[in-house]
């Protein structure tokens, strides 16, 4: 299948991580220039080698608001940005919601909301000046299904899900499509500390704990699994593409079916 984005240039935030990663080798593949962003210089390293190579690499903080203006100018000086992934994000604190500190509740936020309002206030515009864009955020089934010991992460994710409803309309019409994927418990760093964390309290190993968070946190997830990153990047790749040039301010879900509500 052809998605049309070949010679579009993908910024993709959270690069080196397992779903940035595993988007970057399908938009490559179908001959997008690639672009990768992430805090740690030596790990960007890493995930160029593992793609055979990309146009570029930005280390950037996406807690410091200076670093967006270098971000959009250094894009912006290879040409100007068609696609932005931006898969940065933090579970964050976890604990009884009133016990959390302003801090914790602050991190999430700008983490995992702030920063993508903040880029989408600076790469836009470049894509406006084309004529043709692609942002695709991702939450997490926590924004719709918010669950009490996530509550950070929970309101982060959901206010992220109103932003890209809400600036998906006027810039709709400007050739610009927004959109989110939200995907449930996959297999990454993230998935597996929250795992480790409820081992060592339970004594159980790692999968017997998974099973149990399944059973106990997860009731809708029949298939008894993490998903993988490799199920939840083609979809992502697809909102990027020239194919998905009617679809507006939509959030998928690739969640196994955690959320019990219909999608409406």
């Not at 490559?28 to 210089?41: F, H, N, P, R």
């Not at 994710?157 to 890209?164: E, M, P, R, T």
Request: glycine share 10%.
């Amino acid at each position: 299948m052809d998605l049309g984005i070949k010679g579009k240039r993908a910024l993709i935030t959270g690069g080196t991580g397992g779903m940035g990663l595993e988007t970057a080798k399908l938009l490559k593949a179908e001959g997008a220039t690639i672009v990768l962003s992430d805090m740690d210089q030596e790990a960007l390293d890493k995930a160029a080698e593992e793609l055979g190579g990309v146009e570029a690499l930005i280390a950037a903080d996406l807690t410091k608001p200076a670093e967006f203006d270098r971000l959009a100018e250094r894009m912006k000086a290879l040409g100007g940005t068609d696609i932005l992934v931006h898969t940065t994000g933090i579970t964050g604190a976890k604990g009884d919601p009133l016990e959390m500190k302003d801090e914790d509740w602050e991190e999430a936020w700008t983490i995992d909301f702030m920063s993508a309002v903040r880029l989408s206030r600076v790469l836009v515009p470049q894509m406006v000046d084309k004529g043709w864009g692609r942002c695709v955020f991702v939450t997490s089934e926590n924004a719709v299904q918010p669950y009490p010991d996530e509550m950070v992460y929970n309101v982060a994710k959901a206010a992220l899900l109103n932003f890209v409803k809400g600036v998906s309309m006027p810039y709709s019409a400007k050739g610009v499509l927004i959109n989110a994927v939200s995907p449930a418990f996959i297999e990454s760093p993230m998935t597996d500390g929250m795992m480790e964390k409820r081992a060592e309290k339970s004594g159980e190993s790692k999968e017997e704990t998974i099973q149990s968070f399944l059973k106990e946190e997860r009731p809708f997830m029949k298939q008894g699994r993490r998903g993988k990153v490799e199920e939840v990047a083609p979809v992502i790749a697809l909102l990027c593409s020239d194919l998905a040039s009617f679809t507006v301010g939509s959030a998928y879900r690739v969640d196994g079916g955690s959320v019990g509500a219909m999608n409406i």
